[in-house]
């Protein structure tokens, strides 16, 4: 089916380390590579002005910046109270997903249907073996782009064909040599908080990386960003200058601090306000005399509606309280043990059961991994800001490290499935181990650090631990690192596994 043909287009680990150890030369020849694709698919580039795209980059938030733009857009879709809608579909394409690749690309903030993925999917296969036949050459993978760029070529495609009155398009890695930056005029740029990641492609420093996510920029688009370091704002505004845009700086919007925003972190209100300014720029470029006299109550609505699943999301079962966020950059794992903090301190307002006790449970446990990365160092920046926001040298009783393997027996679901990592590491749990090894020196007093080889096990060995504490203040658990773990940690739930 789809899922399993596209998978064979993932870059396997030893090619992923081939270029790394490469440095960053390659990065030059993704855009022609890329455009190259979409000609054999039978588009140009500049055919996708037609879907006036909202292109976001950044380090952190921009996923949920692009969930929040969606989502204030989509207010002004046809419904019972809305007589003169403005548009009939938002498109929005994001990446990493989480338990169903169709999940990247979504139309009305809701996932592609499976039937119209698979219809899309084979589209653009079958056009690019075409090409391929037409030119001599093989029908094999090699007449087709790699993962990320297929997924990319095919939500630009599948935009065209549902023809979406906009497409919010996000970042992969970067944005000078993205393989979403075959943008020609974007309707509208933003760039969302900026730091380290992905230092093999991008750069080891802020003003490196600043460069890449700039290269979304152009002439004639607005853009505009959030406060950044100043070496990283000195970056920005000079490639503004040169490609003569102008960039606009949003502080946090006082309006935004009075809504209880969908996605409910302190940090995430920086995101909204970013997310209003670059929705209000794009009304008022295209709808300024629809929009009417008060549009700032769709703009509630939408911030209020937001859905991201695995941001910021809080989950309850029986005498457990699932805190989950994925946190893979040291900045955001750092936002994720806040967020976290935060809902060990307040009063809990989950259910009516728990009116009158705090939710600073006596049992605080970790479920972590990150297996690309530098997850030691993930795991100690979660440790120290622990540490500092709870005034707590033991911010946890229990701690598990997992493997993203979904299942103990099944193994991954097809949508989860990634053979972009080193598969002897993952079975002999060596991240895994060296966590273990890490967390101990860290803190000598957490009760029990164990290793489970699945996400399943972990989530079983978690509900264990609750069984034996028995009745009494709820178990709180942060679930953080990977997006693949989040994904896959919630595929366990719903699925009922993990008993």
């Known amino acids: 089916d789809a899922v399993t043909a596209l998978n064979t287009l993932q870059t396997n680990s030893a090619i992923i380390d ?5 440095g960053k030369s390659l990065n030059t020849q993704a855009i022609p590579e890329m455009i190259e694709w979409c000609r054999r ?54 990446s990493p997903h989480l338990r169903f690749v169709r999940e990247r690309i979504r139309i009305n903030n809701e996932p592609l249907s499976e039937e ?19 030119r ?25 064909r549902e023809e979406v009155d906009t497409a919010i398009i996000e970042c992969g890695i970067g944005g000078e040599y993205d393989s979403t930056n075959i943008i ?5 740029t933003g760039i969302t908080s900026l730091g380290i990641d992905h230092v093999q492609l991008l750069g080891n420093t802020i003003e490196e990386i600043a460069w890449h996510k700039a290269g979304i920029m152009k002439e004639g688009a607005p853009a505009f960003t959030v406060p950044q370091s100043p070496p990283a704002q000195a970056v920005l505004e000079e490639r503004a200058r040169e490609r003569s845009v102008q960039l606009s700086t949003v502080q946090e919007n006082p309006f935004v601090t009075e809504i209880k925003l969908g996605l409910e972190a302190p940090f995430q209100r920086s995101n909204a306000s970013l997310a209003v300014k670059i929705a209000m720029a794009y009304l008022r470029n295209h709808h300024e005399s629809d929009l009417g006299h008060n549009p700032l109550q769709k703009f509630v609505h939408g911030l209020e509606q937001v859905r991201w699943p695995g941001r910021c999301e809080t989950r309850r079962e029986d005498g457990i309280v699932w805190h989950i966020d ?14 976290f903090a935060g809902h060990v301190s307040l009063p809990s307002q989950l259910n ?12 605080r446990i970790l479920l972590f991994n990150q297996q690309t990365r530098d997850a030691p160092a993930l795991a100690r920046a979660l440790h120290s800001t622990l540490v500092a ?16 393997l979904t299942f103990k027996d099944e193994g991954y679901r097809p949508d989860l499935i990634s053979i972009n990592t080193d598969r002897q590491k993952v079975e002999a749990l060596k991240v895994q181990k060296g966590l273990r090894d890490a967390w101990k020196e860290l803190d000598e007093g957490t009760g029990e650090v164990e290793v489970k080889g699945s996400i399943e096990e972990a989530v079983e060995w978690v509900r264990g631990v609750k069984a034996k504490a028995g009745n009494g203040d709820d178990v709180l658990v942060l679930v953080t690192g990977s997006v693949h773990l989040v994904g896959g940690f919630l595929e366990v739930l719903e699925s009922g596994k993990g008993v």
């Not at 005034?391 to 490290?401: G, I, L």
């Open 18 to 22: 081939s270029v790394r150890k490469a």
């Open 136 to 160: 001599g050459e093989p029908t094999d993978k090699k007449a087709k782009p790699s993962y990320f760029r297929f997924l990319t070529l095919m939500a630009f495609h599948t935009y065209i």
């Open 352 to 363: 009516s059961s728990s009116a009158g006790k705090t939710s600073s449970g006596k049992t």
């Open 41 to 94: 698919a039978g588009y140009e580039p500049a055919d996708f002005d037609k879907l006036r795209p909202i292109h976001i980059a950044g380090t952190k938030g921009k996923g949920s910046t692009s969930a929040f733009i969606s989502s204030i857009l989509t207010q002004f879709l046809p419904s019972s109270s809305q007589s003169n809608a403005l548009f009939q579909k938002i498109g929005l394409y994001t």
């Open 326 to 339: 994925s946190g893979h950059t040291l900045e955001s794992i750092k936002l994720a043990a806040s967020w």
């Open 184 to 188: 020609v005029h974007p309707s509208v």
């Open 389 to 404: 926001a709870l005034k707590d040298e033991q911010p946890f009783t229990h701690v598990v490290f997992c493997t993203n």
């Open 116 to 134: 119209l993925f698979a219809r899309y999917f084979f589209e653009v296969w079958d056009r690019l073996e075409e090409s391929a036949r037409a």
